[in-house]
């Protein structure tokens, strides 16, 4: 006989994240009850994950557990806010243990090392996709936005951008390259970091941020254009592994400027604030490289060895669009 929904969730999910004193009810009756502190602002961001869109056939599933929510923690350090309680809501085809168990794994491993309590969610049978809501607290007044830029800062990125796309062609079959760089840039595509830490880190710091989902390029862009400025990059300052430039040698750069998924923070700030800006990735232990400067204007110019470069966004289209 099949596991009945109730009987899945409370093998799977009762007890899955993090356990928080700021939960007064979760999973089990019709909706949770938390416990919002007076003097935070409550941050709220959902994504959902859909196979064949956002993810291959036959993904492990304890990956897309892992990613699943990862991707939802990264809006959360976009914010600068710290993560608190999920929901979480699974279409299934056919609800099968050793699948679920993976998944679980995933997912609560994430949870858990970041303090994020499951409070309840959904399950029901169809196509497999997978919706996650988080929820987080930001000091209030102090959350970071995409409209702080000014004309003047400096555009910054963190960790290193392009690996998740190039994980993903390597999955998809279109590059090959040696046994060890597959293995890195697939495992960053299927679990990716969400900055959270540096995120919160920057809290006074940044003047603007966007986590970078479909690429620096067009990530970027969306900070300018809800900032109203302007920007240049320069090309030989894109943070690039060395696992993405033997992968993909003179033409590593494309992939991190539109190739998307890496969930990195891209930000800005004034520069006076450089040395704050290197204490706080030296505190969390979070490597950030300038690649640019705002300025006024409208649009993002890239340059390549000091000359201006024509660029086309969709060059490189990450999997999803």
Same mark, same amino acid.
């Given at each position: *006989?099949?596991?009945?929904?109730?009987?899945?969730?409370?093998?799977?999910?009762?007890?899955?994240?993090?356990?928080? !004193?700021?939960?007064? %009810?979760?999973?089990?009756?019709?909706?949770?009850?938390?416990?919002?502190?007076?003097?935070?602002?409550?941050?709220? =961001? =959902?994504?959902?994950?859909?196979?064949? $869109?956002?993810?291959?056939?036959?993904?492990?599933?304890?990956?897309?557990?892992?990613?699943?929510?990862?991707?939802? %923690?990264?809006?959360?350090?976009? *914010?600068?806010?710290?993560?608190?309680?999920?929901?979480?809501?699974?279409?299934?085809?056919?609800?099968?243990?050793?699948?679920?168990?993976? /998944?679980?794994?995933?997912?609560?491993?994430?949870?858990? &090392?970041?303090?994020?309590?499951?409070? +309840?969610?959904?399950? &029901?049978?169809?196509?497999? &996709?997978?919706?996650?809501? %988080?929820?987080?607290? $930001?000091?209030?007044?102090?959350?970071?936005?995409?409209?702080?830029?000014?004309? +003047?800062?400096?555009?910054?990125?963190? +960790?290193?951008?392009?690996?998740?796309?190039?994980?993903?062609?390597?999955?998809?079959?279109?590059?090959?390259?040696?046994?060890?760089?597959?293995?890195?840039?697939?495992?960053?595509? !299927?679990?990716? #970091?969400?900055?959270?830490?540096?995120?919160?880190?920057?809290?006074?710091?940044?003047?603007?941020?966007?986590?970078?989902?479909?690429?620096?390029?067009?990530?970027?862009?969306?900070?300018?254009?809800?900032?109203?400025?302007?920007?240049?990059?320069?090309?030989?300052?894109?943070?690039? &592994?060395?696992?993405?430039?033997?992968?993909?040698?003179? %033409?590593?750069?494309?992939?991190?400027?539109?190739?998307? !998924?890496?969930?990195?923070?891209?930000?800005?700030?004034?520069?006076?604030?450089?040395?704050?800006?290197?204490?706080?990735?030296?505190? #969390?232990?979070?490597? $950030?490289?300038?690649?640019?400067?705002?300025?006024?204007?409208?649009?993002? #110019?890239?340059?390549?060895? +000091?000359?201006? *470069?024509?660029?086309?966004?969709?060059? /490189?289209?990450?999997?999803?669009?």
């Amino acid at each position: *006989m099949a596991a009945s929904e109730s009987q899945l969730i409370e093998r799977y999910f009762r007890e899955l994240g993090a356990r928080r !004193e700021d939960t007064v %009810l979760g999973i089990g009756d019709d909706a949770a009850l938390l416990r919002v502190p007076g003097d935070c602002e409550l941050v709220l =961001t =959902t994504d959902a994950l859909i196979e064949g $869109v956002h993810f291959l056939p036959g993904a492990p599933a304890r990956a897309l557990g892992h990613r699943a929510l990862a991707v939802n %923690l990264s809006d959360i350090a976009a *914010m600068g806010a710290s993560p608190s309680w999920a929901l979480l809501s699974l279409n299934l085809p056919a609800a099968e243990d050793p699948w679920l168990r993976e /998944f679980a794994a995933g997912f609560g491993a994430l949870a858990r &090392s970041h303090e994020v309590a499951l409070v +309840g969610g959904n399950l &029901s049978r169809g196509a497999l &996709s997978i919706t996650v809501e %988080l929820a987080g607290l $930001v000091p209030a007044g102090q959350a970071l936005r995409r409209d702080g830029a000014h004309a +003047g800062d400096e555009l910054y990125v963190s +960790g290193s951008v392009g690996d998740a796309a190039g994980g993903l062609k390597l999955l998809q079959g279109e590059v090959t390259a040696p046994a060890a760089e597959t293995a890195y840039l697939q495992r960053r595509f !299927e679990y990716p #970091t969400p900055r959270v830490a540096l995120g919160a880190a920057l809290r006074g710091i940044a003047s603007a941020c966007i986590d970078v989902s479909d690429g620096v390029y067009i990530d970027a862009t969306r900070l300018l254009a809800a900032s109203g400025c302007a920007a240049r990059i320069e090309l030989e300052r894109l943070p690039l &592994s060395a696992p993405l430039r033997r992968a993909f040698g003179e %033409l590593a750069w494309r992939p991190a400027l539109c190739g998307g !998924e890496d969930y990195e923070l891209c930000f800005t700030a004034a520069p006076a604030q450089a040395g704050a800006v290197a204490a706080a990735a030296a505190r #969390t232990g979070q490597a $950030v490289t300038r690649i640019g400067a705002l300025r006024p204007g409208t649009g993002l #110019t890239l340059a390549a060895a +000091g000359s201006v *470069m024509q660029f086309s966004p969709s060059a /490189f289209d990450h999997f999803g669009d």
